[in-house]
Every structure is written in structure tokens, then in C-alpha cells.
T-cell receptor
Framework: NAGVTQTPKFRVLKTGQSMTLLCAQD?????MYWYRQDPGMGLRLIHY???????AKGEVPDGYNVSRLKKQNFLLGLESAAPSQTSVYFC??????????????FGPGTRLTVL | TQLLEQSPQFLSIQEGENLTVYCNSS?????LQWYRQEPGEGPVLLVT?????EVKKLKRLTFQFGDARKDSSLHITAAQTGDTGLYLC???????????FGPGTSLSVIP
């Protein structure tokens, strides 16, 4: 099993350009998440999905859109990139069981620079 | 809004020393998790604590969940260079769909 994979690993954009980050998981997990990680701020939730065809906003959703058309994939889109979106982006998935044992499995991250 | 605070933000110690990292919140969580992240990689779960007052041990690491389920601590005994990394605490909300991460404690263990 590959676990959680992210594409691409690195990307440089110019202000105003658009791009899509792809996350794929092969663990049949229900829940998937997109985070951004900035120095000193830990992981901040951008958007998440509790199942195929559903999405919800997290802490910092502005400037991003997501789609979950297939259970195994979760796409993060930047329509018009801004320098403030320079960050490392992590995707994660979890089975989503009640009871607190929601281990999140993370991808290796995508390092995005917006010039 | 649920927030988690961690202290200290940075910690540099000699190999063999003991250390404690704290995670605090004003909110109650259904459970609390600790992750470790190494440079260039995603976080990896170390432990989940669920019951108030719970103590879990993983070799040299001891995790405690506060009685009120608002705070937690991670104690490392006889630190090794392999313990170097970013330690993140994460609170699982009562609806179980979201996890809130703290800002992390960056630990450097010097040989």
C-alpha cells in the first residue's frame, strides 16, 4: 500500500496563476483533509471531507476550493495564487471512527512558492 | 474556536537529559493525540489518549491526559538524537470529524 500520496512535491507559481494539488489514498478512508503548515503555526485546516461528494470549510478556507468526486481522491485548488499562500501543504486521511481513535495518515507534503 | 497552545516552542538539550512538553487548551476534547514530524515528511501519530487522567507509555515516552481533558504532557526520559523532531499535539473534537493542531515544539537533541 502506498498510503497517502501527494502530487506534485514542489511547485513555483507566479501571483495570479492557478493550480490543483492532488491527494490520493488507498486505505479506503472516509475522511480526508487539507492542511497548510507555516513556521510557528503548526498545521491549519483548510478544507475537509467526511465522504465522497462532501466537503466542508476548515480554519483557513479563503482562496482555496476542494473537490471529492471519488472516495480515494481529494483535490485542492488555488484559483488565483497569492504570495500569502506560500506554504507546505499536507493531505491526510482517516477512517473517521467515533470514539477518538482517529489516527490521521499524512502524505509527504507539497512545497508551494508563490512569487 | 478551539485553540491548542504548546510550550516550549523550541527546546535544545543534551543526549541523556529528560524533558517535558506541554499542550494546553481552554476547550475540552474527546481525545488528544501526539504526532512527531521529521523534516521533509508528514506527521506520524505517536499516541492517542482518550480518558481524563490517562497515562500511556511508549518506551522512553510518557503521555498524560489531564483530568479535565483540556491539556496533555509528553515526557521523554534519557533523550536520544533520534528523538529530534517537531512534536505536535492535536485535539479531536467531540464531533470526531476535525482535529485541531497545536503550533508544535521543535526538539533538538545534541549528541
Amino acid at each position: 500500500n502506498a498510503g497517502v500520496t501527494q502530487t506534485p512535491k514542489f511547485r513555483v507559481l507566479k501571483t495570479g496563476q492557478s493550480m490543483t494539488l492532488l491527494c490520493a489514498q488507498d486505505m479506503n478512508h472516509e475522511y480526508m483533509y487539507w492542511y497548510r503548515q507555516d513556521p510557528g503555526m503548526g498545521l491549519r485546516l483548510i478544507h475537509y471531507s467526511v465522504g465522497e461528494g462532501t466537503t466542508a470549510k476548515g480554519e483557513v478556507p479563503d482562496g482555496y476550493n476542494v473537490s471529492r468526486l471519488k472516495k480515494q481522491n481529494f483535490l485542492l485548488g488555488l484559483e488565483s495564487a497569492a504570495p500569502s499562500q506560500t506554504s507546505v501543504y499536507f493531505c491526510a486521511s482517516t477512517q473517521g471512527l467515533a470514539g477518538g481513535y482517529n489516527e490521521q495518515f499524512f502524505g509527504p507534503g507539497t512545497r508551494l512558492t508563490v512569487l | 474556536t478551539q485553540l491548542l497552545e504548546q510550550s516550549p516552542q523550541f527546546l535544545s538539550i543534551q543526549e541523556g537529559e529528560n524533558l517535558t512538553v506541554y499542550c494546553n487548551s481552554s476547550s475540552v476534547f474527546s481525545s488528544l493525540q501526539w504526532y512527531r514530524q521529521e523534516p521533509g515528511e508528514g506527521p506520524v501519530l505517536l499516541v492517542t489518549v482518550v480518558t481524563g487522567g490517562e497515562v500511556k507509555k511508549l518506551k522512553r515516552l510518557t503521555f498524560q491526559f489531564g483530568d479535565a481533558r483540556k491539556d496533555s504532557s509528553l515526557h521523554i526520559t534519557a533523550a536520544q538524537t533520534g528523538d529530534t523532531g517537531l512534536y505536535l499535539c492535536a485535539g479531536v473534537g467531540t464531533s470526531y470529524d476535525k482535529v485541531i493542531f497545536g503550533p508544535g515544539t521543535s526538539l533538538s537533541v545534541i549528541p
